[in-house]
Every structure is written in C-alpha cells, then in structure tokens.
C-alpha cells in the first residue's frame, strides 16, 4: 500500500519504507510539511514495485522489513536509478550491517529511534550535496565566463532598450520571449537574464529544439522510465528535473513539435512533468525562457504552434535587432571579439586598421553578429603583427574592398561612425531617387528606422530638387 502526496514537492520526491504504522505516518507527515513529496510504503515489496514505476530523489528505508529488506531495496535502486539517494534506518543491533550498507552504495544510516531534526538534517544535506555537485559539472566548463552588461555589446538606442528590458524581467520569475533574427545574441541575453536573477546560483541549460529527434527530445526535456523505450535500461533525469530551480532556455521553440508544446504547457501552468513511460507526474520549479527567429503569430495562425502556449511563453517579448539596423555597435563588437579571441587562441591583437573597419561597417551582415564573430576570428587566426588588415579576411569578404563610402577625417570612433552612416544613406536614398519605402528594404531596415536614422543623422526627409524640376 502507498500514499502519494498531493503537494508541490518543490524540495525534492522521498520513498519512505517502514514496517511500522506508527512510525511510517510520523515520518511522513514531518517530511511533508517540509515540502517534501512522499510515497509511503509499509513492506519491502511494496518499495521495489514504487522503484519500478516511478523516479526518487531520496529512498528512506528501513533494513529490517518484511517481503524485501533494507540492502535490497538498496542494491534494485543501484541498478535502475543510480542517481537515487539512499539513507538507511536501523536499531542499535543492527549497526555493523548499516556500516555494510554504505559500503554497498548508501549514503548514511540513522539509528533508531530517529529524532526528526537529524533526519532533515540529513536529507537537507544529502539533497543540497547532489545538486551541488551536478551543477558544479555543468559548471565547470562555465568558470571562466565572467557575466555582466559587457556581454550585451552596444550603446546603439536599440541595444541599450535590450539592455534596460534585460534589467527589469531578470528578477521577475516571468516567462521570457526572445525574438530576432538567427545570430543576434539571443542566448546572450538570456543567459544576461539569468544571470541577474535570483536563479543565478543554479543551473542555465540551453537546448536547440529543432536540432533534436522529436523522440529524443522528448527525453532530454523530460526523462524517461526504465523500458519505456529501446535502450533505455535505467531511469533517466530529463533537463527540467535537472535544472532544479535554475533557468532551461529553448532555443528555436517554433521549430517543437506540436506534440511536445503541450507537454511545455503543462510544465509552465502546472508545473509539472510526465517522463516518457511514468504514470506519475513530477513537480518540477524551472524559469522558462524561449527564442526564436520565426514569427510565432504566423505559427499559430497556420496551425504550427499553439495559441495557448504562445501566450504563455509571451508574458514578456524582447526582440534584439538585427546588426544592420544598430552599425554604430560594429566597432564594439569588433573591439569585444578581438580581446575574446586573443585570450582563446593566444593573440595579441590590437585591432583592426582604417581600412578594415571601413568595409566592415559596409557590410550588409546577413548572419548578424555570429557571422561578425566568425570573420574576426577567421581573421585573427591568419594575421600577424598587432593590426587586422583586409588581407586577413575571408576572400569573399576582400572582394568587396572599396564599395564603403569615404570616412570623415577624425579619429574619434563615433564621429567616425557617424560619418559613415550618414554617407552611406544618403547614397543609397540617391540610388533610389529619394524613395524611403525602396531605400529600407535595400538598406534591409524598417521605414520608421530609416525615418529615425535620418532624423539623428540631420539627412532632410525631402531632397532638394533642381531648378528644372
């Protein structure tokens, strides 16, 4: 017989097995007003049937039990879910075979009668240990990233409203929505979001939904039972059991299949999760934020992705432009990804020469600031001496010397930049005989941000017209 508690069980799931009625109800009546889910079984039988159909984070057990003992129950759990925690009771008679016990694979005992302040005691510490040890896995291949606003390269106005959005959703627990175009920063952000959150403490577990098999990725978001499946010989943990009160990111969300949306639905509204083969679901505590670079409203409309989960997802949309639209941040860029490069590859680049920057503020950069990154570091790897020059770019790159309007004669970056933009449109708006709707779309921007650009830029919304006219 077994009893499954009906709370959030936020803290953690503990198979609870005692002979004893007495001491079987105490027991988890205590530990589920910590906040712990409990399923309470009275035999040892009982306990290998709870192990066969669902997932624990900690078994509680006493050795002596009728149907299957104490070192069974252990050694099943060794098999299916190595990842379980065990923590054995025993009487004073019975030490030397608990000492055994965690040589066997449990990790502490506690003799009887228990007192309740060293079990929680206990669990607190076997639990917080385990998590700590995993996230410091996933971590450590992280030390050396350092997090702040830096990472969020640009003073542009629209990078700078990226930066004030970041500021005020990352404390929040909301549902993020990040949007823009392939190779913006999309996972800049959010892991700038999570990083300035209360979450920054634990795991950030980023996964490309379109990059993963519909039915493995239906495991890696949410676990599987032992055969449930081919191949699956054991109980494994799905990223939303394993983030643990940290951050999942799901990039490319359009991309989910529809069976799997409702899945993601559940895991925001409810907060909880089915693995593949469980007939359980598992309370889960996770910060969900989304990306993509495809227009969900479409999505919906044409019956790809559900409405209800869209606006789940959507409770707060930051949409990064695409770097056309912000040049003014190109030379920082540059400047971020030469000191990112020279520490990788052990450079010692300056920066890059006049002429360089020229033509790549003149790019119309269709992979955005990834494929700016790769061409810094394509070039890095060819160059020598303190300066990147053009010969050190890609050679397609290099066949577009000159097509870049003349600079001002300044040395100071942002009047420099400055110059080049206004140049720039002005060019482009002559050859398009002033028309505005004509000269955005070559200039691959929206016509209200030409309106603004031409604005800041002091460009007369009319040309002048001659005599003749």
């Known amino acids: ?82 990842q379980t925690l065990v923590l054995l009771m025993t009487a004073h008679a019975t030490v030397e075979t608990a000492v055994e016990a965690i040589r066997r694979g449990a990790q502490d005992y506690l003799l009887k009668p228990i007192i309740f302040d060293d079990l929680l005691h206990k669990i607190d510490h076997l639990l917080t240990h385990r998590r700590i040890a995993w996230e410091n896995q996933l971590l450590r291949s992280q030390v050396e990233r350092q997090w702040d606003f830096e990472n969020l390269v640009g003073r542009s106005a629209a990078m700078r409203e990226v930066m004030e959005l970041v500021r005020r959703v990352a404390p929040t627990p909301s549902t993020v929505l990040i949007t823009g175009e392939s190779g913006v920063g999309k996972e800049v952000v959010a892991r700038a979001i999570h990083h300035f959150s209360e979450y920054r403490d634990r795991i950030f577990l980023p996964i490309n939904c379109g990059a993963i098999p519909e039915t493995l990725l239906e ?37 989910m299949p529809l069976s799997l949306q409702v899945k993601i639905l559940r895991a925001i509204e409810a907060k909880e999760i089915l693995p593949i083969g469980a007939s359980t679901p598992i309370k889960v505590e996770v910060r969900i934020i989304a990306a993509t670079n495809h227009d969900l409203k479409k999505a919906v409309e044409e019956g790809r992705f559900r409405e209800d989960l869209y606006y789940r997802l959507n409770v707060f949309n930051i949409e ?36 360089t920057m020229k033509l790549l503020m003149s790019l119309p950069w269709k992979g955005n600031v990834r494929e700016l990154d790769n061409v810094i570091e394509h070039a890095m790897i ?42 720039h449109i002005q060019s482009v708006l002559a050859k398009c ?37």
Not at 410 to 418: G, I, K, Y
């Open 1 to 82: 017989m077994s009893t499954l508690n009906k709370t959030s069980g936020a803290k953690g799931a503990i198979l609870v097995a005692e002979d004893e009625a007495a001491v079987l109800e105490s027991l988890s009546e205590v530990l589920r007003e910590e906040g712990y889910e409990v399923v309470a079984v009275s035999d040892g039988t009982a306990a290998l049937q709870a192990l066969e159909e669902r997932e624990f984070d900690l078994i509680l057990s006493d050795i002596r039990m009728p149907g299957a003992d104490g070192l069974q129950v252990l050694r099943r759990a060794r098999e299916i879910a190595p």
């Open 219 to 255: 495991s890696q978001l949410f676990g599987h039972m032992r055969g449930s499946f081919t191949g699956a010989i054991a109980n494994q943990e799905g990223l939303f059991q394993r983030a643990r009160g940290g951050t999942i990111f799901l990039d490319e969300i359009a991309d």
């Open 320 to 355: 990064i432009p695409p770097l056309r639209e912000r040049r003014e941040d190109i030379p920082l860029l540059v400047d971020h990804f030469i000191r990112l490069h020279n520490r990788e590859l052990k450079k010692n680049f300056k920066g890059v020469d006049s002429a």
């Open 433 to 469: 005989n002033q028309d505005k709707k004509q000269a955005a779309q070559r200039l691959g921007v929206s016509l209200s941000s030409l309106y603004r650009k031409m604005e800041e830029l002091g460009i007369p919304l009319q040309a002048e017209r001659s005599l003749g006219e």
């Open 382 to 423: 060819l160059g020598n001496g303190d300066w990147i020059t053009v010969r050190d770019l890609p050679r397609a790159l290099q066949q577009d010397v000159g097509v870049a309007p003349e600079l001002a004669d300044t040395d100071n970056l942002r009047e420099a930049v400055r110059a080049f933009e206004k140049a």
